[in-house]
Structures are given as C-alpha cells and as structure tokens.
C-alpha cells in the first residue's frame, strides 16, 4: 500500500512577494522646494512651460514598442514636505495643477518627500522607509582598503570610491616616508570624479534625512523594487475630493489624481528637474549603485519585461535619467 508522507513548511519560509503594475516610463515634472511655491503662480507656470518641450522629448525618446502596443507613460510630481512646510495642501496644490494644466500637462501622481522617509508620516511610531533602505546599503570597499572606515549605518556617509587618508603628516616628519594620497574613484576612467554622500544629520534617534538620500527612496519607488516584508510600499491612493486639506499629513504619501493614469511604478524614470539638483542626483547614483534590490522582485520586472519586448538594464542605477533644462 502506497502511503503519501505530508510535508509540513513554515509560512514564513516561503516570502511571497507581492507583485505592482508597471508603466513604461515614470516621468517626473518637476520637484520643487517650498520657497519656489511662495513666489507664486508665474513661478509655476515658468516652470511647466519650459518643462513641456522635454516632456514631449522623453516620450518620444521611449523607443519602440511591440507591434500594436502604446507606451504606458505616467506623469508624477514631488512635492518638499519634508523640511519645510511654508504652505498647506489646499493652498498650494490647486494652483500647482492648474500651471500644470496651462502648460498642457497633467500631473497624474502627486509624491510627498516626507513619505520617502516614514512610509506612513500620520503614524510616526511606525517603520522609516528610509531606514529600510538604509539597511539595503551594501558599500563596495575600494581596492586596498583595510576596514578602518566605520560602516555607513554607524557614519552617515557612503562613497563611491577610496577617501583619502585620515592622518595627515608632513613628509619632513613622516619617518616611514608615507605621502599624502588623494581619494580615488572605484572603477574610474582615466581621471576621478570622487563623492561623499551624507545620508543622515542628528542623532540616530531622530534623524533628518538627507534629500539625495530620500531622492533615492524615491527613486526605488517609482521602479516598484521597494517591499516591506513582501508588500508593496506607498501604494498610490486615489483621490477624488476636490478640496484638498489644511495639514500635510491628512495626505496619503502619493495621491492618484488622475483616474485613467496608467500606473505610478514604471521599468525606467526620467525626472525632468532643475540643474540644481544636478549634484543631488549624482549623489543618488552613487546611493543607488550600492543598495541591494530582492532577487525576486528584480525577476518580476525582468519577467515582465521580456514579455512585453521592452529592454530592461540590467543595473538599477541605469534605470534613471534625467533632464536638467537650462533655467529651469
């Protein structure tokens, strides 16, 4: 008599990672900071109008599609509540769509950057998305290097290649005829283009986050490699009210204002911003060259992908692009 033996396995043992829809381009509008709301609707509409030439560049730029297939394109937009909060919702928001709209452009996901650092900023107590990525970090040590440097999670700074020696002496009065020596870029070209990135300021109990740091947060986002224990992470919420509130934080962290968006996480994302945040996004490539992505969640987009005939890179940081028109 054949007899069946049960297997008996752990729940937890087999992580289901939830799957997200996928556009094939993010395309972000802008990201401005709350002193440039205060200058007023010109500001706005200034900004729209010399953002629109290149929002018509990226998406004709997408590249070609499988016979009979549209590109899903979704339009997003970040909003600093962060560091500070100069306005209310429903005092900005409404005259940002609206120099949107003149422009011939529609916003259709509205970000908050202070939901990049706590995922659910109504509920502080509750897990930081930054944290999160925070422990995702996996430094590549440069050639030569002896682990004298403390880790980034007890630092605060992450870089992309090899620092220059802490002690400095003379060689007059260095008997061991040590130099100094410049930083080094890992893997440079010829020449280095070095970079120290602070993530954090303050005490680890009440950390502010850096913006490149909160920039590659949402960065991830939008690519849709972000989980928390397998779920999806700021899930957009769609919002139908016409008014908007009085406090940030009666805002989920990314609002669906538009009903026919396709969706908010894309393969690619292009940000059409301001040159300077130049630095800042060179400071989110370097963070996001060294952030470790779940294997499956890197499959799901490969899978997807593939089937739908649209290339992929391979590297995370190679997703992202970016326009930094002049005078933006």
């Known amino acids: 008599m054949n007899q069946s033996a049960a297997v008996f396995r ?4 087999e992580p289901r990672t939830e799957s997200v829809p996928f556009s094939h381009l993010s395309l972000e509008l802008g990201h401005l900071y709350m002193e ?15 953002v629109r030439p290149w929002v018509d560049a990226a998406r004709a ?4 599609l499988l016979a009979g297939r549209r590109p899903r394109i979704s339009t997003c937009f970040l ?6 909060r100069l306005s209310t919702p429903a005092e900005l928001i409404p005259p940002l769509l609206q120099a949107a709209a003149d422009a011939g452009l529609t916003i259709d996901y509205l970000a908050r950057e202070s ?12 897990a930081e998305l930054a944290e999160s990525v925070l422990h995702r970090l996996v430094e590549s040590p440069p050639p030569g290097s002896n682990g004298f440097r403390p880790p980034v999670s007890r630092t605060g700074w992450l870089t992309n290649g ?7 002496t003379s060689a007059a009065l260095d008997s061991t005829g040590t130099v100094w020596q410049p930083p080094s870029e890992t893997g440079a070209r010829g020449h280095s283009v070095f970079m120290d990135v602070e993530l954090w300021n303050g005490p680890d109990d ?7 740091f909160l920039a ?47 969706p908010f996480t894309a393969y690619v994302t292009c940000s059409v911003l301001p040159a300077r945040f130049l630095p800042v996004e060179h400071a989110v490539r370097v963070i996001l060259d060294q952030v470790h992505v779940e294997a499956q969640t890197l499959l799901q987009v490969t899978e997807r992908s593939e089937a739908e005939g649209f290339a992929v890179p391979a590297g995370v940081v190679d997703r992202t692009s970016y326009v930094f028109p002049p005078g933006l």
Do not use: M
């Not at 090899?162 to 400095?168: D, G, K």
């Open 162 to 168: 090899r620092r220059a020696p802490a002690q400095r």
């Open 79 to 84: 909003i600093d509540d962060y560091f500070s």
């Open 61 to 64: 730029g997408l590249g070609p």
């Open 216 to 262: 590659s947060v949402w960065q991830l986002v939008r690519l849709g490699l972000l989980r928390d224990n397998g779920r999806a992470v700021l899930t957009p919420t769609p919002w139908d009210d016409k008014d908007f509130p009085a406090e940030w934080d009666e805002l989920p962290p990314v609002l669906r204002l538009n009903p026919k968006a396709t």
């Open 115 to 126: 939901g990049c650092a706590v995922a659910d900023p109504a509920h502080r107590d509750r």
């Open 36 to 50: 440039d709301f205060v200058e007023g609707p010109a500001r706005l509409r200034r900004h729209f109008t010399a």
């Open 206 to 212: 009440d950390r502010t986050w850096s913006c490149a």
């Open 10 to 13: 752990e729940t937890s043992a």
